[in-house]
């Protein structure tokens, strides 16, 4: 089957999941998820869904998402919209999507009662998560997320840049390749002031305009609080606050200006009251806030070094959990734009590896558990390559100690870098998104790409061992080996023992029919263990 077909094919597929055409309010992708607003949650088969080949597993957020990793959600999506527009055309009424699934049977097991018991922790995290602040940040990512293939682009094509450089090669290429990397960064602003405007309720092009006053060259002739402006100063972060700042404007002079002169003088002052502010105030706050972000990050690593790496590496995970991470978004793209990387993403990044060598030894520990070791063996490429959600969700989050156990693995594997940092080798990254083994053609560093790379693989393989052994070793008690350290398909002569009905069977207890053994894969008796 052709890509194209199989993308489409793909999009089929998931429509009559979510309900139908009529059933679908929005639609969205970030870096690995379809990103969904549903009329009615209950039309949704999430287990449907989770059967699907190409679905690596469904997070219900703000939005109903379905991960399906990166590359892959960039081409479903389109058609996707594509079906919903003929859908909506040609049927306007929702269906309730079918109870029984057309996807092939799948058998009650311990990878689906664990695949619950992760939705039903991330609908409890989200309950909790809808508080105005992080309701706030959220929207602070919408703002940056659909910049971010434009970074990793540019990203790699300044990486691919720089190497030609050191080698001497191409010379009469690389000024061409440098201009297309440098060209999206010298006007991030612009897009951020375009995509801030627009999701706050504003005009794009307002947000745009005014934002673009801060790349403007014509500043340096500007005098505020005592120093001549130069161009770009307060960035993305200038930017975001000049936007926002021309939608409470324009909101204003929607309500105030007649109707009559609304076009004519509602962007007059938005742009004029607007730009004055960010001229004379914003660019200045906004350039300071933005040295005091690069100080700092510098400070703490070189300073830091393996215990501030450490910290960062560890916690990530729950600050993914408490929806916390968005807040570094800003911080990861002034960065970029400050120093050329970002020397916080490689650390916090190790957060995958730790979480990749859990589920190895989750693998390893539950060796009679096929149907578990089935989902770990197809989940583990996609975590390899940073897409963590499917073994977060499906394995080591709701198991409980597992999730705890690879934070510890991302805490080692930050603390390598976070060495190596303060011993002076600095590793960063000139995007944000990618992790895992996506992030390589990414990274940069003070010294040589060949030591850098090293040092990043380093902190992966710390990641991998000391996730890996601090799950072997502390994620499983006595009652949790018990319970899922089970046979799901048990052999053809427990069949025939049992009158042809697969029965699981606890290695070293009886499994026969009048055994009187419970079932130990239950959803009544699989509880979070802690």
């Not at 909790?128 to 997320?145: E, S």
């Not at 960064?185 to 005014?210: H, R, S």
Request: proline fraction near 7%.
């Amino acid at each position: 089957m052709a890509t194209e077909d199989k993308n489409r094919a793909t999009a089929a597929a998931i429509l009559p999941l979510v309900g139908g055409a009529a059933n679908v309010a929005s639609i969205a992708h970030c870096m690995t998820r379809l990103r969904l607003g549903l009329h009615d949650r209950s039309l949704v088969d999430d287990e449907a869904l989770k059967a699907l080949p190409a679905v690596m597993g469904v997070v219900e957020d703000d939005t109903y998402q379905i991960v399906l990793g990166p590359g892959t959600v960039a081409r479903v999506t389109p058609e996707f919209e594509h079906l919903v527009e003929e859908g909506r055309e040609a049927a306007p009424a929702p269906a309730a999507a079918s109870t029984a699934s057309s996807a092939p049977a799948v058998s009650a097991v311990s990878a689906e009662e664990l695949a619950a018991q992760g939705a039903a922790i991330k609908a409890q995290q989200k309950a909790k998560n809808t508080t105005p602040f992080k309701l706030f940040l959220r929207r602070i990512a919408n703002i940056f997320v659909p910049l971010i293939p434009a970074l990793i682009g540019c990203g790699i094509i300044a990486g691919l840049n720089g190497l030609l450089v050191n080698l001497e090669w191409l010379p009469a290429v690389t000024p061409a390749l440098a201009a297309m990397a440098s060209g999206f960064m010298a006007l991030i602003a612009v897009f951020v002031g375009y995509n801030t405007a627009k999701e706050f309720g504003g005009t794009p092009i307002l947000g745009g305009a005014v934002s673009a006053i801060i790349v403007f060259p014509g500043v340096a002739e500007i005098d505020t609080f005592g120093q001549t402006l130069s161009p770009g100063q307060g960035g993305v972060l200038g930017a975001l606050g000049a936007a926002v700042l021309a939608v409470y404007v324009e909101k204003w002079c929607r309500r105030w200006v007649p109707e009559a002169l609304d076009v004519l003088v509602t962007p007059t002052l938005t742009v004029l009251i607007s730009g004055l502010a960010t001229i004379f105030g914003l660019m200045y706050v906004a350039g300071e806030i933005s040295s005091a972000i690069g100080t700092f990050a510098d400070w703490l690593l070189s300073n830091g070094g393996a215990g501030a790496g450490f910290v960062l590496g560890g916690l990530f995970l729950p600050l993914v959990m408490l929806g916390l991470h968005q807040a570094l978004i800003p911080i990861h793209t002034t960065l970029i734009e400050q120093q050329g990387y970002t020397v916080l993403l490689p650390i916090l990044a190790m957060a995958g590896a730790g979480q990749v060598g859990a589920a190895m030894a989750v693998y390893v520990r539950l060796p009679h558990n096929e149907s578990i070791r089935r989902t770990i063996r197809s989940a583990l490429p996609a975590g390899l390559l940073g897409v963590g959600e499917p073994l977060i969700y499906g394995v080591s989050l709701p198991l409980g100690r597992p999730f705890v156990t690879a934070c510890v693995g991302g805490a080692f594997g930050g603390g390598f870098v976070g060495l190596f940092h303060q011993l002076g080798d600095t590793v960063g990254s000139t995007a944000i998104g990618p992790s895992g083994w996506a992030l390589f053609p990414l990274l940069d560093g003070n010294h040589s790409l060949g030591s850098t790379l090293a040092i990043y693989a380093g902190g992966l393989l710390a990641g991998y061992v000391a996730g890996f052994l601090a799950t072997y070793f502390f994620g499983f008690g006595k009652d949790l080996l018990t319970e899922f350290n089970v046979s799901q398909e048990p052999a053809p002569s427990t069949i025939a023992a049992t009158g042809g009905t697969p029965r699981e069977t606890t290695p070293g207890t009886r499994g026969g029919p009048d055994s009187g053994d419970t079932d130990p894969g239950s959803p009544e008796k699989a509880p979070v263990r802690v």
